[in-house]
């Protein structure tokens, strides 16, 4: 059975297309099935995963308004993951279903046929709520929130947990908090430690054992176009990133 994860944070920065696409490697090396979904018109998970989001090929904005079919789009990238590739097009999907009835539930229904199909579906959401990101949540069986142990990482999570909210009493009961992800983690900053504590006190167990480190080869993999796993396996980005999906997967 397919379980679909959207991974977001309305606060930009805080590692959450370095987590979708390499979540997605791990996942594939631990031997599952996956599709990325990226909702975002910067398509940064696009690129993150080896594919020139400028090509001259169909997109995720075609899907969501119905010009093509999934099997049409989808594609298979150097980490083993397929890949539902985005660009500047999906801001003009968004105007577009601004007016459309039932707007929401577009990828909803576009994934529709794919239950089964993949293990996993990572959909990345854009740093913001708008209607992309509100069409991730709809799909999704679980979100996953990556975010930074800061003040303001904090205040941005109480805003998105209304939103999460907002969803389940409305278009998707069945969404859940998959888990909470701490990403550039430094342990020697003490706020980041303080941070931390209230985060495990709060949500308890769906915060993920799992820490993600600041680490320069995770940070420097996207510009070449690959997950850690492909660029350095052996740095401490990729490592964490597999003891995530190892976690997952127990979960």
């Not at 097009?89 to 968004?94: I, P, Q, R, S």
């Not at 199909?117 to 990556?146: E, F, H, K, M």
């Not at 205040?155 to 859940?176: F, K, V």
């Amino acid at each position: 059975m397919t379980e679909t994860l959207a991974i977001t944070n309305q606060k930009g920065g805080v590692g959450k297309t370095t987590t979708c696409v390499n979540l997605a490697a791990s996942l594939a090396r631990l031997g599952r099935s996956v599709l990325v979904v990226d909702m975002d018109p910067q398509g940064n998970a696009t690129t993150g995963s080896g594919e020139d989001k400028h090509a001259d090929v169909r997109t995720t904005c075609d899907v969501l308004l119905g010009d093509a079919p999934l099997d049409d789009v989808v594609q298979r990238v150097e980490a083993g993951f397929d890949l539902l590739p985005a660009n500047g097009d999906l801001t003009v999907a968004e105007v577009r279903l601004m007016e459309e009835e039932g707007r929401e539930y577009r990828l909803q229904q576009a994934l529709a046929d794919a239950r089964g199909r993949w293990d996993y579906v990572l959909v990345d959401c854009p740093p913001s709520l708008n209607l992309l990101t509100v069409n991730g949540l709809v799909a999704a069986d679980g979100v996953v929130i990556p975010m930074q142990c800061e003040y303001y990482a904090l205040e941005g999570l109480t805003a998105l947990m209304r939103t999460i909210e907002s969803i389940q009493r409305g278009p998707n009961p069945r969404l859940r908090i998959a888990g909470l992800l701490r990403t550039m983690f430094d342990a020697r900053n003490r706020l980041a430690g303080d941070v931390s504590e209230q985060l495990t006190g709060y949500f308890g167990d769906r915060v993920y054992n799992t820490v993600i480190p600041r680490n320069i080869r995770l940070a420097e993999a996207p510009s070449f176009g690959q997950p850690a796993l492909l660029y350095d396996a052996s740095s401490r980005g990729a490592v964490a990133y597999l003891a995530l999906a190892g976690e997952l997967l127990r979960r």
